[in-house]
């Protein structure tokens, strides 16, 4: 099973930038796919970005141009820039990885979570 957690996340003003990082380990399949979420309270986790195997990323209208995914070389860890951030970034974010997932940008198709991380956008 694989183990993710999240960090990077914080409090920052209209227009910053934040990294967050999520430590992979565990046995993870090789056909596999690996994103990032976010979640609001009362809302429905919210895919953002995401790659399967080694394809490209992935990006949610919401945070394309502005948030961008990258993997360290050894790809235990991934990490996801976020620029320009707005209030309505606001949410809980978490890291997830799946197998054989088909859209990997639906949270369902994942198996394994981070605990998440807050990030909190000020105006």
């Known amino acids: 099973q694989a183990q993710l957690v999240e960090s990077g996340g914080g409090s920052v003003q209209t227009g910053e930038s934040l990294r967050l990082s999520c430590a992979v380990s565990?046995?993870?399949?090789?056909?596999?796919?690996m994103g990032w979420f976010r979640q609001v309270p009362g809302k429905e986790r919210e895919g953002l970005v995401a790659?399967?195997?080694?394809?490209?990323?992935i990006y949610a209208d919401s945070v394309k141009g502005r948030f961008t995914m990258s993997q360290d070389m050894d790809r235990n860890t991934l990490h996801l820039q976020m620029d320009s951030l707005k209030p309505e970034d606001t949410a809980m974010y978490y890291c997830?990885?799946?197998?054989?997932?088909?859209?990997?940008?639906?949270?369902?198709?994942?198996?394994?979570w981070g605990q998440g991380t807050q990030v909190t956008v000020s105006s």
């Open positions: 997830a990885v799946g197998t054989f997932c088909g859209e990997v940008l639906n949270w369902e198709e994942y198996t394994f």
């Open positions: 565990g046995y993870i399949y090789s056909n596999h796919c």
């Open positions: 790659i399967n195997n080694d394809d490209s990323p």
